[in-house]
Each structure stands twice: as C-alpha cells, then as structure tokens.
C-alpha cells in the first residue's frame, strides 16, 4: 500500500528558532500533499494544501509567512516553522493524495505518521 | 459547506462485542467517504473507504456502507479486540479535494 513518512517523529527547539519537517511519499508520485496541525484529542485542523511546482494554498487564519511550505518534488514537500513559540507546540501530521492510475481510481489521502513538536 | 458530523464518544465495549460507530454527512455534491484511525502517538491509517452510493468499503472485519438517502456511512465490527483501542474518524472527499473531519471517536475496548 501507499506510504508516506515523516521526519523528524519529535523535535524540541528553543523559542525564536525555526524546524523543518520532511514529508515524502515513499511508493507513488504526489502532485498535492496537505498539511495538518492536530491539538490533544480533538480532530485534525487543514493548515494548507501543498502543490506540486505552485505556491501552498493556506486556510483562513493560517500564517503563510510563519509556517512555510516548499512542495520541490513530485514526492516531498516540507513545513518549516519560523520563529516558533511555546504555542506552535503540537502534533503535525502531513498526507500525500495518491490519484492512482488506469481506469480504476484511488484517489485516496494517505497519512504520514506525525510530527510532535515541542518549544520550549 | 460539507460537514461531517460522528457520534460523540468515548465508546467502551467489552471484548468481543458489537461495535457501531455512526456517522452523518452534509454534501454539495457525491462525495467519496473515509473511515480512517489514529492509534496513540501516532498518525492516521486509511481504514475503509467508499466512493459511490450504496458501495461497502471493509478491512480487517470493519465495514462501512454508502448510504445516500440517510447521508451516513455507519462504521461496523461484529467483534472487537483490545487492538482496536483507537480513535476513528469519518472525512469526506469531493473531487479529490481537501478532507472533511468529523471530530473523532475514541474506542475503548476492555478484556
């Protein structure tokens, strides 16, 4: 099946320091990754779809500017957090679609294993 | 907009008993659905998935049916194990576009 995976699985970082997290599909080719910020047990919040060759479409109250993203690849698109504070502190998850190919469609979001990012 | 609504939980079962888990949508148009699941610490796991009215998606003896007429697309286990243990989450997909979460629903499963 189609995997994704993320690097690091936790990183801490001191406050004001930027982190950059790796998202790579390891089996097939992503024209458009999603990034996800997940808060302890609540559900996942879409932070910004990533394209391929384009700029990232970020959701309404998304910093463009603070959480940076670079989709360089067919299979690797990257989330740094700039200058992070205590409250970026959180588990990011990213997904790679996976569109599939011939007649049949897949057209399925696979996930990541998640970052923990913690700022101390 | 497109909204996914799952019952509140945690749900906590014994062994080997039923398990439902629903799930309501409201779409604009023919949306595929996604049951997908979160073990602790970690990220999410595609479960099951259905792309057209009345499909059943199923794996590892869960199963889920496209309901158009009601919106739902219910998740289902004759008989859960402690491995089960998670939170599952229903989404929703148009055209290939950005998921649509429901909340989550934490499953708790005692020996």
């Known amino acids: 099946g189609a995997v994704v995976s993320q690097h690091p699985s936790w990183v801490i970082c001191k406050s004001g320091t930027s982190v950059k997290i790796e998202c790579r599909s390891l089996d097939f080719q992503a024209t458009t990754m999603f990034w996800y910020r997940q808060f302890p047990k609540q559900s996942l919040m879409l932070m910004a779809t990533s394209n391929e060759g384009s700029k990232a479409t970020y959701e309404q109250g998304v910093e463009k500017d603070k959480f940076l993203i670079n989709h360089a690849s067919l299979t690797l698109s990257t989330l740094t957090v700039t200058s992070a504070h205590p409250e970026d502190s959180s588990f990011y998850i990213c997904?790679?679609?996976?569109?599939?190919?011939?007649?049949?469609?897949?057209?399925?979001?696979?996930f990541g294993p998640g970052t923990r990012l913690t700022v101390l | 907009g497109n909204s996914v609504t799952q019952m509140e939980g945690p749900v906590t079962l014994s062994e080997e008993a039923f398990l439902t888990i629903n799930c309501t949508y409201t779409?604009?148009?023919?949306?595929?659905l996604f049951w997908y699941v979160q073990y602790p610490g970690e990220g999410l796991q595609l479960l099951l998935k259905a792309t057209k009215a009345d499909d059943k998606g199923s794996n590892k003896g869960f199963e889920a049916t496209y309901r158009k007429e009601t919106t739902s697309f219910h998740l289902e286990k004759g008989s859960v194990q402690v491995s089960d243990s998670a939170v599952y989450f229903c989404?929703?997909?148009?055209?290939?576009?950005?998921?649509?979460f429901g909340a989550g629903t934490i499953l708790r499963v005692k020996s």
């Open positions: 779409a604009t148009g023919y949306p595929s």
């Open positions: 989404a929703l997909s148009e055209y290939g576009n950005k998921l649509v």
């Open positions: 997904s790679a679609r996976d569109v599939g190919t011939g007649t049949g469609s897949t057209d399925t979001q696979y």
